[in-house]
T-cell receptor, first 117, second 115 residues
Framework: ETGVTQTPRHLVMGMTNKKSLKCEQH?????MYWYKQSAKKPLELMFV???????ENNSVPSRFSPECPNSSHLFLHLHTLQPEDSALYLC????????????????FGAGSRLTVL | AQSVTQLDSHVSVSEGTPVLLRCNYS??????LFWYVQHPNKGLQLLLK??????LVKGINGFEAEFKKSETSFHLTKPSAHMSDAAEYFC?????????????FGTGTRLAVRP
């Protein structure tokens, strides 16, 4: 248990469905992240929230909609996805401004495996 | 700009033999470097990090890595592989605050350990 919990662990959805991924961290961190992990590709950063404010949207299609109601919770709302969106979606958190030369150490959740049919 | 190259997509070793996972980086700034490990069906876990202190960094589970600026390398080693080391390993570079603390991940090296 890393202190970052993601639910559901597995999700199968059709292209017309609407679903959400949830992430919760119990580490007192102030930044949260969504990453997409596809086979044979580097991790792709999707969104970053610092103190609940979105600070990065890495050209992600609008069918992915993040929500960060507080520093401990992060959601990824999914609608009208495509089969190529099937991947492992990883949530991470960090304490921004650790004072160690900007070293941004991430703590990851176990991921939500998404399959789009 | 920054980038990271993991030179091997797959490495296979016998249990009890040394492990070497290679990583080269490119960064316009003084980089911070990390190795993360991902076991099957798990998220990524930090193994070790280099942040401009000692160039030889020791991590968890007997792993260590050496920062070599002249070679722009940060290879991960372990003297003796264990079956539980079988996983995927990611090298990560950060350019620090000058680059907005942006992390760039390598494509990963899958380590197999033979009995």
């Amino acid at each position: 248990e890393t202190g970052v919990t993601q639910t559901p662990r597995h999700l199968v959805m059709g292209m017309t469905n609407k679903k959400s991924l949830k992430c919760e961290q119990h580490l007192g961190h102030n930044a949260m992240y969504w990453y997409k992990q596809s086979a044979k590709k580097p991790l792709e950063l999707m969104f970053v929230y610092n103190f609940k404010e979105q600070t990065e949207n890495n050209s992600v299609p609008s069918r992915f909609s993040p929500e960060c109601p507080n520093s401990s919770h992060l959601f990824l709302h999914l609608h009208t996805l495509q089969p190529e969106d099937s991947a492992l979606y990883l949530c991470a958190s960090s304490r921004v401004g650790t004072g160690i030369s900007g070293a941004n150490v991430l703590t990851f959740g176990a991921g939500s495996r998404l399959t789009v049919l | 700009a920054q980038s990271v190259t993991q030179l091997d997509s797959h490495v296979s070793v016998s249990e009890g033999t040394p492990v070497l996972l290679r990583c080269n980086y490119s960064s316009s700034y003084s980089p911070s470097l990390f190795w993360y490990v991902q076991h099957p069906n798990k998220g990524l876990q930090l193994l070790l990090k280099y942040t401009s202190a000692a160039t030889l960094v020791k991590g968890i589970n007997g792993f260590e890595a050496e920062f070599k600026k002249s070679e722009t390398s940060f290879h991960l080693t372990k003297p003796s592989a264990h079956m539980s080391d079988a996983a995927e390993y990611f090298c990560v570079v950060s350019g620090g605050k000058s680059s907005g603390d942006k992390l760039t991940f390598g494509t990963g090296t899958r380590l197999a350990v033979r009995p």
